[in-house]
């Protein structure tokens, strides 16, 4: 029922900027936290960056400073600033809706995920 559409990805060098940007279908922001998560090809689904509806914000170690997480409730819209991006920084980037107020970083406490977006950073 709950669609969750990413774009912006695509290839940069290292040090650039790109801005991802998620569009939800109906209802689904609300006070449902909202994520962002990234796969690097060979690995397991990190967390990156999520954001609840009063503007609590929690990022992974690897983002923290360089990555900003922002929401509009009503636009049912999520962005992600990524700057100065590494090549570690390579990967599929989904957003996903999470549970209610709290923060979380678990994958298992999404329910929504969209079908992610590529982001590649070379050297």
């Known amino acids: 029922q709950v669609q969750l559409v990413e774009s912006g990805g695509g290839l940069v060098q290292a040090g650039d900027s790109l801005r991802l940007s998620c569009a939800a279908s109906?209802?689904?922001?609300?006070?449902?936290?909202m994520g962002w998560f990234r796969q690097a090809p060979g690995k397991e689904r990190d967390f990156v960056a999520a954001?609840?509806?009063?503007?609590?914000?929690g990022y992974a170690d690897s983002v923290k400073g360089r990555f900003t997480i922002s929401r509009d409730n009503a636009k049912n819209t999520l962005t992600l600033q990524m700057n100065s991006l590494k090549p570690e920084d390579t990967a599929v980037y989904y957003c996903?809706?999470?549970?209610?107020?709290?923060?979380?970083?678990?994958?298992?406490?999404?329910?929504?995920w969209g079908q992610g977006t590529q982001v590649t950073v070379s050297s």
């Open positions: 996903a809706r999470g549970p209610k107020y709290t923060l979380s970083n678990s994958p298992d406490e999404y329910d929504y």
């Open positions: 954001a609840n509806w009063i503007g609590n914000t």
């Open positions: 109906g209802r689904t922001f609300s006070t449902y936290v």
